[in-house]
């Protein structure tokens, strides 16, 4: 490899791995020697610093670390505070939509009704502070259940989960046979 593709092949490594890896490992992963590497690395160091990048490398002992410089730390924080965008797609609200009915429930019981996995649903309504875990069913492998919370409510409008519409019984129907019809699809796709 050229030093253009070596110091190229540094960056990747530096940034992919967030935390600082040892000059050793680096050079074994680049196919150069020890001295070669850590000069390759200055090198970086010297040109982040004269382009006056917004970001650095830092040794520390043998290792090596991509870093934000804390010149920088202002703009990290204004992004960090700006509010996120919660957008509840259909897989959300439809995940949403048995937890609310049935809860409390566990994550099996929700992938049994949509057919499909559900952690990353259910991870999302988690930290979107709509879901929350209420506990564990008293079964093999003490599974987590899950339920609504205040949040849920606020955002819905409503004062208790008693207030949520009810199923009609013919859609109630209607829905089973589609999810069935889904499922097949899937099946033999």
């Known amino acids: 490899m050229d030093k253009k593709n070596i110091q190229a092949a540094i960056e990747a490594i530096l940034f992919t791995m967030g935390e600082s890896v ?4 680096i050079a074994k992963a680049v196919g150069a020697d020890l001295k070669t590497t850590r000069k390759h690395i200055s090198e970086l160091m010297k040109r982040y610093d ?3 990048r917004g970001i650095k490398i830092i040794k520390l002992e043998n290792s090596y670390q ?3 410089k804390k010149e920088m730390y202002e703009y990290l924080i204004r992004i960090v505070s700006q509010p996120k965008k919660q957008v509840l797609t259909d897989v959300l609200l439809e995940t949403l939509s048995i937890i609310a009915y049935k809860q409390p429930v566990t994550k099996s019981e929700m992938e049994n009704i949509r057919g499909v996995k559900c952690d990353h649903a259910v991870n999302k309504l988690v930290e979107y502070n709509l879901v929350e875990e209420v506990g564990r069913l008293d079964a093999p492998g003490r599974p987590l259940l899950f ?3 205040e949040e849920f ?3 819905f409008g409503i004062e208790s989960i008693e207030e949520l ?3 009609n019984s013919d859609k109630e129907e209607e829905f089973k046979e589609e ?3 889904e499922a097949k699809v899937k099946l033999n796709t």
Do not use: F, N, Q, S
Not at 22 to 25: G, H, L, V, Y
């Open 22 to 25: 040892e000059d050793e490992k």
């Open 50 to 52: 004269e382009e006056d």
């Open 66 to 68: 991509m870093c934000t």
């Open 147 to 149: 339920g609504t919370t």
């Open 153 to 155: 409510l606020r955002r």
């Open 165 to 167: 519409p009810e199923i």
């Open 179 to 181: 999810a069935l019809e």
